[in-house]
């Protein structure tokens, strides 16, 4: 073999000797950089703080669904519903036959039934994917999550898991811990009033919701929230979805005291009854 051959079969061997070290080094640092965008508090637990929203339809329709008219055909295409891949792991929510049949007959006719349209707090997981924005305002103590629907608020008592509700209430009872990076929040006593959607996705006051709140990346959450509810529910189920939090400028939670656009059709339906009597 001569000197010229030994140095080509020997060079390369050298070169990827003197380049493994440098990427160890930088599949290290790549590792670490991706854990470097959770946020962290004073105490070290990650940091939730921040105006969050999601994107999507699910506020029409949690299941997959087709785009349809809206309740009101003379908006046109501006009050049509627009499709939706769903937010329901597996797609369809594991009804027993008669809450699926209610299900539908609320659907049937949802802008007479659905609390929302009355300006009624949205509950839990709903607020979540209405299209309005939401706070979240953390603490050691406390987790504060103030929407903008309505002025909704809850408050998440941290890490009081024998801190028992005093009554059922529209927001629920929530009680929050972490599980490595993950806000955990256990939601309970809400109201049966409260529906999933526009679409008549209801549950019963039996209905125990788990949230889960992680980081994806700097700007964005994955929020998903398991339900329990044996009144109405075959088994338990997930509903899955990424939160992006708002860069707007001088971005901040405005009001939107929803009771004065209801005041009419409340009242009007009062009357109503009234006249009829």
């Known amino acids: 073999m001569t000197e010229h051959s030994i140095k080509s079969a020997v060079t390369p061997r050298i070169n990827a000797l003197l380049v493994l070290p440098f990427l160890v080094v930088l599949s290290v640092i790549s590792v670490a950089a991706e854990g470097d965008f959770v946020p962290r508090t004073a105490d ?42 769903g937010i329901v792991e597996g797609g369809d929510i594991p009804y027993t036959s008669q809450a699926r049949a209610k299900a539908q007959e609320n659907r049937a006719d949802w802008l007479a039934r659905d609390p929302v349209v009355k300006c009624y707090m949205p509950g839990v997981p709903r607020a979540t994917y209405l299209p309005f924005p939401f706070q979240i305002i953390q603490s050691p103590e406390h987790v504060v999550m103030a929407y903008e629907f309505a002025s909704a608020s809850r408050i998440v008592y941290m890490d009081r898991a024998d801190f028992e509700a005093p009554i059922f209430s529209w ?16 939601v309970t006593d809400q109201v049966p009033d409260t529906w999933l959607d526009h679409a008549g996705n209801h549950h019963s006051d039996a209905l125990q919701v788990t949230e889960r709140y992680t980081h994806m990346g700097p700007n964005t959450l994955m929020y998903e929230a398991t339900l329990e509810d044996p009144n109405v529910y075959t088994e338990a189920w997930t509903l899955r979805f990424p939160l992006y939090r708002r860069l707007d400028e001088n971005m901040q939670i405005l009001e939107f005291k929803c009771v004065e656009f209801t005041e009419e059709l409340i009242y009007g339906h009062l009357r109503k009854g009234v006249e009829k009597e």
């Open 44 to 85: 070290g637990k990650p940091d939730f703080n921040g105006i969050w929203q999601a994107i999507g339809s699910a506020h029409w329709d949690i299941e997959p669904h087709a785009a349809d008219f809206g309740p009101l055909v003379e908006l046109g295409a501006i009050g049509a519903i627009p499709a939706g891949l």
């Open 171 to 186: 927001m629920g009872h929530s009680r929050g811990h972490f599980e490595g990076d993950s806000l955990v929040v256990d």
